[in-house]
């Protein structure tokens, strides 16, 4: 008796996970998920100066010495005044936008990473569990081809280029993270 599944039951599941796949729904979803990531971001605006900067509630010789967790990273700790905290917190806007748009993708992508962790290391405990979702997309997003249809990225590609075929497994990480 053979064990192997009919044919009707659809590809195999190394191909599912590994196989060619076309990356438009990826395009889609980078615009709606950069949306939502810029809007995210603006909503931090009125009070950003109160919890995230040197003159707020906990300023960075306190989150230094220990109140936070030891093994972090935020680019938002080199901030001393508070227009740098604002320079960094415009950097992430402009990052996120450009993510959205799809303009350099790729690098765009690690640097909304970069500026989205710092925002939320910062100050831990004003942020909650949509946060590190928010996180953890931006990390897989930085290894999925996002930038391959409707973008700035896409539009800027030479006419002639054939479209190149890309493997499902990032794209199916960041599925299983939405």
Same mark, same amino acid.
């Given at each position: ?7 009707? *039951? ?5 191909? !599912?996970?590994?196989?060619? &796949?076309? #990356? ?6 980078? &615009? ?21 900067? *040197? ?15 030891? %093994?972090?990273?935020? &680019? @938002?700790? /080199? ?9 960094? !917190? ?7 936008? %450009? ?5 350099? =993708?790729?690098? /765009?992508?690690?640097? =909304? !990473?970069?500026?989205? #962790?710092?925002?939320? *290391?910062?100050?831990?405990?004003? +942020?909650?569990? %949509?946060?590190?979702? &928010?996180?953890?997309?931006? +990390? @897989?997003?930085? +290894? /999925? ?22 493997? /499902? +497994? =990032? #794209? ?7």
């Amino acid at each position: 008796m053979a064990l192997t599944p009919p044919a009707s *039951e659809g590809p195999a599941p190394l191909s !599912f996970w590994v196989g060619p &796949i076309d #990356t438009r729904p990826l395009g889609l979803m980078r &615009i709606t998920f950069g949306l939502t990531l810029v809007w995210a971001i603006l909503n931090v605006a009125p009070v950003l100066r109160d919890l995230l900067s *040197e003159d707020g509630v906990l300023p960075r010789s306190a989150l230094l010495s220990g109140v936070a967790r030891g %093994a972090r990273f935020s &680019i @938002f700790d /080199a901030a001393g005044p508070v227009w740098v905290t604002w320079l960094f !917190f415009g950097a992430a806007v402009l990052a996120a936008g %450009a993510f959205t748009v799809g303009f350099r =993708t790729r690098a /765009a992508t690690v640097a =909304t !990473f970069v500026l989205v #962790t710092g925002l939320h *290391e910062r100050n831990p405990s004003v +942020f909650d569990g %949509a946060d590190n979702v &928010i996180r953890v997309l931006l +990390f @897989f997003l930085m +290894f /999925a081809p996002a930038g391959d249809h409707y973008s700035v990225d896409a539009v800027l590609r030479p006419a002639n280029e054939p479209p190149r075929a890309r493997s /499902a +497994f =990032t #794209t199916r990480l960041v599925e299983l993270q939405s």
